[in-house]
């Protein structure tokens, strides 16, 4: 879900691949967890880097599109406080791990190599795109006991699609894009969906999102909550897509979630 920078008339092939290419971000805070280590974990879909710190049950964070694992270095603290291991991952082409591109799938392969790795996850706090992630290993069995959402977007074949055609795709490109995405990353695009998943999903589930995000509207996480059985949303205001995961309230709400017992 990128920005495309290809030619003026670029090629369904181009655009898949432009899609698929996140780019590097040049300024990002270091992130290093209290008394934690470095790991580096060989999956399938390449070497994953991640942060391990403190002991207990743990608690994976997994960044969005074109972020990293510290962006969620303000829910680590309290999860430490609370007597959580805290797994912080980047995602594949992300960070310290390793490869040029990523999607949804593929991440989510990764995450359930990770989670296979290091045992059975307590809980997953995703932000964006790794909510969708987090959503898709669910699926497809990844152990986990809670999940929380922040700021999550429903349909990646919406986006890929919108950005078919910002990219000047006409709609038979876009449909030949469409096809070689899904040849790509090795799965049906329209499958991967958060309110397509949802309905086999059991974990409770805490869904939050600002009204004025500007990246992703909150009407696609309520129509995602609706569909997750036993699902709760939080609506927030003022707090944008990036801004929401430094806001203190959003903080402890979400560690309220992951340390309530079941």
Not at 184 to 210: K, M, N
Request: contains cysteine.
């Amino acid at each position: 879900m990128n920005d495309l920078t290809a030619p003026a008339h670029p090629t369904p092939e181009q655009v898949v691949s432009a899609f698929l290419t996140p780019r590097l971000t040049k300024r990002r805070r270091p992130f290093g967890l209290d008394g934690g280590e470095t790991l580096r974990i060989a999956t399938k879909e390449g070497e994953i880097a991640l942060q391990r710190a403190g002991t207990g049950p743990a608690v994976m964070l997994l960044h969005g599109w074109e972020g990293r694992a510290s962006d969620l270095a303000a829910f680590a603290p309290p999860l430490l406080k609370a007597g959580y291991t805290v797994l912080a991952m980047d995602l594949p082409a992300h960070g310290a791990s390793t490869g040029r591109q990523s999607s949804i799938p593929q991440s989510a392969r990764a995450l359930c190599e990770v989670g296979e790795t290091l045992g059975p996850l307590h809980a997953i706090i995703g932000h964006s795109m790794g909510s969708a992630i987090l959503v898709e290993a669910l699926y497809t069995g990844l152990a986990a006991l809670r999940a929380v959402l922040i700021s999550a977007p429903a349909y990646y074949e919406s986006y890929a699609r919108n950005f078919a055609v910002s990219a000047g795709l006409n709609t038979e490109g876009t449909e030949v894009m469409l096809r070689l995405l899904c040849e790509a990353i090795d799965a049906d695009v329209s499958e991967i969906s958060v309110p397509r998943r949802a309905p086999r999903l059991h974990q409770p589930a805490l869904f939050i999102h600002s009204t004025d995000d500007p990246v992703i509207a909150i009407e696609e996480s309520l129509i995602s909550a609706a569909a997750w059985p036993g699902a709760r949303h939080q609506r927030v205001e003022g707090l944008g897509h990036k801004r929401i995961l430094a806001d203190q309230a959003v903080v402890a709400a979400t560690i309220e979630f992951v340390t309530t017992s079941c």
